[in-house]
Nanobody, 126 residues
Framework: QLQLGESGGGLVQPGGSLMLSCAAS????????IGWFRQAPGKEREGVAC????????KYADSVKGRFTISRDSAKNTGYLQMNSLQPEDTAVYYC???????????????????WGQGAQVTVSS
């Protein structure tokens, strides 16, 4: 069975950093595209970052570009989202997901992702 286990969420002050992990089991993470999404209270889920299955190139939403970094470690079969310079508006539940879709130049929409993590709460507050 294909599963994604998330960890690394928590409470951080504005300007701080957190790293989220997404451990894959039952499949090889490198055979899939990886996406990170977030959902804040009262808002719809939005895409944050992705890695293309086809090229391995990272893409970022404008709201996080320059602050967040998406990556993967093949040996650990784990994906990561490094979040720096966090602000209160980054507060949300963050989800990792994988897709079999091969794309170039954009991130697939959430409906195209096959397997999802359980979510990790990130709270940015002073």
């Amino acid at each position: 069975q294909l599963q994604l286990g998330e960890s690394g969420g928590g409470l951080v002050q504005p300007g701080g950093s957190l790293m989220l992990s997404c451990a894959a089991s039952g499949f090889t993470l490198g055979d899939y595209g990886i996406g990170w999404f977030r959902q804040a209270p009262g808002k719809e889920r939005e895409g944050v970052a992705c890695i293309s299955r086809l090229t391995g190139s990272p893409k970022y939403a404008d709201s996080v570009k320059g602050r967040f970094t998406i990556s993967r470690d093949s040996a650990k079969n784990t994906g990561y989202l490094q979040m720096n310079s966090l602000q209160p508006e980054d507060t949300a539940v963050y989800y990792c997901a994988v897709t079999s879709l091969r794309v170039y130049g954009y991130c697939p929409s959430s409906q195209n992702y096959d397997t999802w993590g359980q979510g990790a709460q990130v709270t940015v507050s002073s």
